[in-house]
């Protein structure tokens, strides 16, 4: 009788890769009204280190523009560096393209915040993300295209 091994999941590390924040347009951009347009752009990539271990990188990039110029661009990598044993490939990847990057969203939410309040913006409180459904609206997507790759293929036939 072969005994089933637990699944296990520890977090090793958690850092910033790289950061930036620039503003193109001070001081000038202190001379208008603040009424910001905030754009948020956001990535997740996933390498595998070693047989149990991952390194996860969340990438934000906030570009905020007032009057169609640009006040600021604050970018953060926020990394995670995680052991997962013992899970099946389906639950992994779950884990990696949800689960991970919601653990790392709040640390990157405060460092941009941080940038911006230390370039004298007013903070900029980014919503909470629910990478759970951005993960299955992912996966229908792939899952559509594969459906319709293999249908390409069959009327190929």
């Given at each position: 009788m072969t005994e089933q091994k637990k699944p296990v999941f520890g977090i090793q590390r958690l850092y910033i890769k790289d950061s930036s924040f620039e503003s193109?347009?001070?001081?000038?951009?202190?001379?208008?009204?603040?009424?910001?347009?905030?754009?948020?752009?956001?990535n997740t990539k996933t390498?595998?280190?070693d047989a149990a271990v991952y390194e996860v990188v969340l990438m934000l990039t906030v570009t905020t523009k007032v009057s169609d110029e640009v006040a600021f661009v604050a970018e953060v990598q926020q990394c995670g560096i995680f052991n997962m044993e013992n899970f099946e490939e389906e639950v992994k990847n779950q884990m990696l393209g949800a689960y991970c990057p919601n653990l790392l969203f709040p640390y990157a939410r405060a460092y941009i915040d941080n940038l911006v309040v230390q370039g004298s913006f007013p903070p900029v409180h980014l919503?909470?993300?629910n990478f759970d459904a951005i993960y299955q609206q992912k996966l229908a997507e792939l899952n559509a295209k594969s459906d319709s790759d293999s249908e390409t293929e069959s009327s190929m036939h």
């Open positions: 193109p347009n001070s001081p000038q951009i202190f001379r208008h009204p603040w009424e910001p347009k905030i754009n948020l752009d956001m390498k595998q280190l919503a909470p993300i």
